[in-house]
């Protein structure tokens, strides 16, 4: 599992484009490798995130790799106590 790709590219949509046909054949050679899924990125807002993850989604769905998607808060207190701010359909993990 390959958690939050998108901080490769430092949340920058743009530069995940511009970077896509490099980007798929880094995950392919992953997946050749025992990759089985991509965390989705579930924080930073919802405008942020949609186009973040439409991205991987493709690259997902496209190498036939399983989705996974959580609030990644990890207890109280700590930077990513954000359990409850989320929001959204759940469709269900994907292949």
């Known amino acids: 599992m390959l958690a939050h790709?998108?901080?490769h590219y430092k949340l920058n949509v743009?530069?995940?484009?511009?970077?896509?046909?490099?980007?798929?054949?880094?995950?392919?050679q992953l997946k050749e490798h025992g990759l089985w899924g991509i965390e989705l990125h579930s924080y930073d807002g919802k405008t942020n995130r949609i186009p973040l993850n439409d991205f991987?989604?493709?690259?997902?769905?496209?190498l036939e790799l399983h989705l996974t998607y959580g609030s990644d808060s990890h207890s109280v207190g700590c930077?990513?106590?954000l359990?409850?701010?989320f929001y959204g359909d759940f469709e269900g993990f994907a292949k």
Do not use: H, R, T
């Open 56 to 62: 991987f989604i493709k690259i997902a769905n496209d």
């Open 14 to 28: 743009k530069e995940m484009k511009k970077d896509k046909n490099n980007c798929l054949s880094v995950f392919k």
């Open 83 to 85: 359990f409850g701010q």
């Open 79 to 81: 930077d990513k106590d």
């Open 5 to 7: 790709p998108a901080l």
